[in-house]
């Protein structure tokens, strides 16, 4: 993820240890490990909340063309349906048979 040396790390830690001093250093550890660990969880979570909302998405698209060609299949099912499919390929077909 970050490609963080060993110089580039132990150059945070004495500019930390300047900063805060020895006596905070441990509760400033602590804390920043606490901090870490919750913005890679919240990240994570973000991640697979993400990636479940795609998968479902795909689901209802392959769902929604499977129902669509299955009602296809039954004229009488749903009657609607058909008439404006087989309404649009008739005035297709008038358009198609008429000569300017």
Known sequence: MMNIGFWELLSVGVV??????PERMPE?????????RRLR???QNLRRELE??????ADEDDNEAQ???RLAQKPG???DLNKKQS?????????EGKQP
């Open 28 to 36: 400033f550890a602590r804390a920043s490990g606490r901090w870490l």
């Open 16 to 21: 930390a240890l300047l900063v805060v001093g």
């Open 41 to 43: 969880m919240s990240a």
């Open 67 to 69: 129902w669509r060609k």
């Open 52 to 57: 479940r909302e795609m998968d479902l998405d």
């Open 87 to 95: 309404g649009e390929h008739e005035k297709r077909s008038e358009h």
């Open 77 to 79: 099912v749903y009657p």
